[in-house]
């Protein structure tokens, strides 16, 4: 017995903890574990707070927290004649808002790639932000799904979706916050 009737290990008069933190990687080999222990202050870079207020929405269209199902609004077209592989003809004739949504290659050298909708006029052609590998044919059959300009008017209007809209429309622009 060591001196005051403590043996060794004995920690019932208290300890002093030198470091703290969270056991972050941990490497495991035949002859031993290496752990890294990561300090508290490494929960300081967490962006806060995790949801951003601004006036327009914040889900990604279509997802489990905007709950809109885009295949409902779903269209699909043969491309016309003077397609390229930027700028499809023969869109069709609709008031379903595609920009800024996605056109899927059903058919053709295409078939199975998807772009995200630059440009939509009804009953005219679709752009696409990124070309398509392969070269548009006459006859090459496309599926558009709907896009959303993520406001509160579109989302009530066009997809009657209020309900779940993501975003805080009545708080003002930082411009006018002086």
């Keep these: 017995m060591g001196s005051g009737g403590h043996g060794y290990g004995d920690t ?9 933190g969270r056991i972050s990687d941990i490497d495991c080999s035949r002859t031993g574990i290496e752990m890294k222990c990561r300090s508290h202050l490494e929960l300081l870079n967490i962006q806060m707070p995790h949801r951003l207020w601004q006036s327009s929405c914040t889900h990604v269209f279509g997802d489990a927290m905007c709950l809109f199902n885009r295949s409902s609004l779903s269209a699909t077209f043969s491309a016309g004649g003077g ?13 379903t808002p595609y920009t800024q949504g996605t056109i899927i290659a059903v058919t053709g050298g295409n078939a199975g790639q998807s772009r995200t909708i630059a440009g939509f006029v009804s009953g005219g052609w679709v ?6 590998l392969s070269p548009v044919a006459d006859g090459d059959q496309f599926q558009l799904l709907p896009g959303c300009d993520r406001t509160l008017a579109t989302c009530t209007n066009v997809f009657n979706n209020a309900v779940h809209f993501g975003g ?4 003002p622009p930082p411009e006018t916050a002086v």
Excluded: E, R
Aim: charged content about 5%; cysteine-free; hydrophobic content about 45%.
């Design 168 to 171: 805080f429309p009545y708080i």
């Design 12 to 20: 019932s008069a208290g300890t002093v903890i030198l470091f703290s």
């Design 127 to 132: 752009t696409v932000k990124l070309a398509f």
């Design 83 to 95: 397609s390229t592989t930027t700028v499809i003809q023969g869109a069709p004739t609709t008031t």
